[in-house]
C-alpha cells in the first residue's frame, strides 16, 4: 500500500506539502459547524456512493475550511489503506479566496481507501505572522516575544517531539527572554522553525469531517486503448457463389499481431452468441434476410444456446478460451458485450416468458428506439421475476468470468433498472475485482452519471457529438472536474451505431483530429475496425456506416491498404506511442483548457508533477488541434504556464510528438494548422536543464 503526495499544479501552489505528524497539545474536537467549519469534502459523489480511482491515479483530496477572525489554521487528510495503514499529508491552500484546502495523492494499492478531513487552529504559525506584522512595526514586541516564549514552551514541553528537537525549541525559549525587536523578529521568520512546526504542528483546536471512502480499481479500470472488430469479420472469405464464409475465433486470432502492433491493450467483441432466426435482420437493417445473411449478433439467442453459448459459425468454447489466451500473450485483454435481451428463438423465451413483456394480443414486445425497430429482439423486463432474472445474468456473467473474460461492455444500461446495476456489479466485483463494466449509456446526463456512480467503471459519453472547439472545451473540462470522482470516460471516436457528420463530411483530418483528441484528452479511448480505413458513407439518412456490419460480413483488407499509404493505422499506432511514453497522458483529472484567437483552434495542457512519474520527472503535453477539418489556420495560442510551473514571459522548448519539429515557446504562440496535411500539434514541453 502506497499514498504519494505531491505538489500542486503551479498556478494552485502554496507552501510544499509536507508529511504531517501531528502533536495536538491541547486540542479538543469540534464539531463540523464549530470553530473551525469544514464543508464541500471532495473526491465525493453524489447519492452518497463511494469515490472511484483506478491504481495510480493522482486523487486530488479538497475540502473548504476556515475559521473567524486572522488566526490562522492548517488543514490535513487522514488516510487509511486497504491493509489499514494510516498516513496523514498536509493540505495547502488554493490562495484564491475560496477558502479551499488540497492536496494531490497518488492512490497505488488496488481496494477500498477510507479518508477524512481534519483542520485546526496554527498555533505557531498564527503567533509568528502576527509577530511579523507588529514587530516590523514596533508595536507590542515585549507582549509578542513573551507570547512566543510561552508557546516554543508548551511546544518544548511536549515529551512526543524528540530531543533534539525539544533542546532547540528550549533555547529559542530562552533567547525570547527580554528579546529586542530584531532577536524576536528573527525567530518569527526562521524558516527552519516554520518547517519544524509545519512537520509537527502545535492545535488548540481541531474539528474533522465524517469518514469517506474511495475505491480503488485496477489500472486497466481507467486506462486503457480499446479496439473493437467483429470475429465473423476477421477472416470470412466470399465463396464461389458469392455467399461469405464466417470468420472464425482461430481466423480473428490471426489479427491479433496487427491490433497489438497499433499500440491497442483492449480488443472488444460485440456479442459472439448465436443469433435468432425469426425476424432476422437482413443488409442494412432491412427485415427481407436472406439464408446467408448473418443477422445481427445483438439478436441474442437460437436453437444452439442463448448468453451462455458461442456462435457455431466461430467455433466452439474451447476456441474462445484459446482467442483469450493468445489475445493475453500478445499483450491484449478481450472484452466481452453484455447485452441484456433476447431473440424471439432464444431459450429464456419458453422457459422465461415473465422476463418480457406481454401485450395485450399476446404477442411479446420488441425493442424500439423510434424511429429505430428492432423486430428481432425482446427486450427484458425486471418486473415479472426480477430475483429470478437477475440471478441468471449473475449465472451468465459469471460464466464468462471463468472463461478468462474480466471486462463487460455493457449494451444500453438505461433501459434496465438501475438499483439491478448496483447489485450485479457489488456482486461481481466482491468475488473478483478486477472485473471491469463499461456502460453504453447514450442517454440523458442523470441516467449517465447515476449508471456511473452505482458501480460502472466506465462508460461512453457524448464525446462523438462535441465537435466545435466551445462544445468541446466545455465537455472536455466538465469530465476532467465535474464528473472525474466516479465517471470514467471510454471516448470511442466511432462505434457500429455511430457514424457523425464530422466523421461523414469532414474528410481524412478529420478522422486524425477526432483520434488524437480522443486519446490525448482522456485516459481511455477507443476505436472501432474500419476507423483506419476512413470508411466515412453512411447509410441515407442515419448516422450508421451504409452496409453495416451489425447485418453483414465485412471484408476488410487492412495491410494493403496501409501498404498504399491510404490507412491512419500509422497515426494510431504513433497516438498509442505517444500514450504509453506520457504518463500526463494517463490521467483523467489533470487537464487544462487553454485559450486561442481562433474559435476553430482547440489547445488544453495534459501535466503530471515530477513526483508522480516513474523517472521523476515533471511530463506535460499541450495538445493544439484545428477542430475545422476543411481549413488552413493561423492563429496565436494563450497558455497559462503556471500550470507546468513556468513564470508567465519564460521560454520554453516543445517538441511536436507527431513531426518531430521543435520550437522555442512562451505563453503566447503563433500556429498554423493546415487540415489538408498535419491538424494537430501534440507538443511535449522539454524539461529545462
Known sequence: MAARSGSLPAALRSPAQIPLRPLAGSAASDTRTGRIPLADPRPSVPGGFPAKAFAGEVVPFSVVAFREGHDRIGAQIRLTGPDGTTSLHRLSALDDGS?????????????????????????????????????????????????????????????????????????????????????ALAVATDTELAALFADRPLMSLSAETATQTIVVERVTAGVGAWYEFFPRSEGAKRNKDGTIASGTFRTAAKQLGRVADMGFDVL??????????????????????????????????????????????????????AFVRQARKAGIEVALDLALQASPDHPWVAAHPEWFTTLPDGTIAYAENPP??????????????????????????THWIAQGVRIF????????????????????????????????????????????????????????????????????????TETADYLRPNLFVNTPDILTEYLQFGGRAAYKVRAAIAATSAPTYGVYAGYELFENVARPGSEENIDNEKYEYKLRDFAAAETAGDSLAPYLRRLNEIRRAHPALGQLRNLS???????????????????????????????????????????TVHLDTRVWGVEPGALFEVEDLLSGETWTWSDHDYVRLDAFTEPVHILHVKARS
Do not use: C, M
Open 409 to 480: 461492455r455493457v449494451d444500453n444500461p438505461h433501459t434496465k433498472p438501475l438499483q439491478f446495476w448496483e447489485w450485479l456489479i457489488a456482486k461481481v466485483t466482491a468475488a473478483d475485482p478486477d472485473v471491469v463494466f463499461l456502460a453504453e449509456a447514450f442517454t440523458r446526463p442523470a441516467p449517465l452519471r447515476g449508471l456511473a456512480a452505482a458501480g460502472f467503471q466506465q462508460s461512453y459519453t457524448y464525446f462523438a457529438w462535441r465537435n466545435t472547439k466551445r462544445e468541446l472545451e466545455e465537455f472536455l473540462t466538465g469530465l476532467a
Open 99 to 183: 477558502d479551499r484546502w488540497r492536496a494531490d495523492i497518488a492512490l497505488d494499492a488496488q481496494g477500498s481507501w477510507h479518508y477524512r478531513f481534519e483542520a485546526f487552529a496554527d498555533d505557531f504559525a498564527t503567533w509568528a505572522h502576527a509577530a511579523s506584522v507588529k514587530i516590523a512595526a514596533g508595536v507590542d514586541v515585549p507582549v509578542v516575544a513573551a507570547l512566543g516564549r510561552d508557546l516554543l514552551a508548551r511546544a518544548a514541553a511536549d515529551t512526543r517531539r524528540p530531543a533534539k528537537e525539544r533542546a532547540a525549541l528550549t533555547a529559542l525559549t530562552t533567547r525570547l527572554d527580554e528579546a529586542d525587536a530584531a532577536t
Open 593 to 635: 483548457v487553454h485559450w486561442s484567437d481562433d474559435d476553430s483552434i482547440l489547445v488544453y495542457s495534459k501535466h503530471l508533477d515530477g513526483a508522480f512519474t516513474p523517472d521523476g520527472v515533471p511530463d506535460t503535453v499541450i495538445v493544439v488541434a484545428n477542430v475545422d477539418p476543411h481549413s488552413v489556420r493561423e492563429t
Open 372 to 397: 429505430k425497430k428492432y423486430q428481432d429482439i425482446y427486450p427484458l423486463n425486471f418486473d415479472g421475476d426480477p430475483a429470478g432474472l437477475r440471478e441468471e445474468v449473475l449465472r451468465v456473467v
Open 268 to 321: 472488444y467483441l460485440p456479442p459472439i452468441h448465436p443469433i435468432g432466426r425469426t425476424h432476422r435482420k437482413g443488409p442494412n437493417n432491412t427485415l427481407n434476410a436472406g439464408p446467408a445473411d448473418p443477422g445481427s449478433p445483438w439478436a441474442i439467442g437460437a436453437a444452439e444456446g442463448g448468453h451462455d453459448a458461442v456462435h457455431p459459425d466461430l467455433g466452439s468454447l474451447a476456441d474462445f478460451r
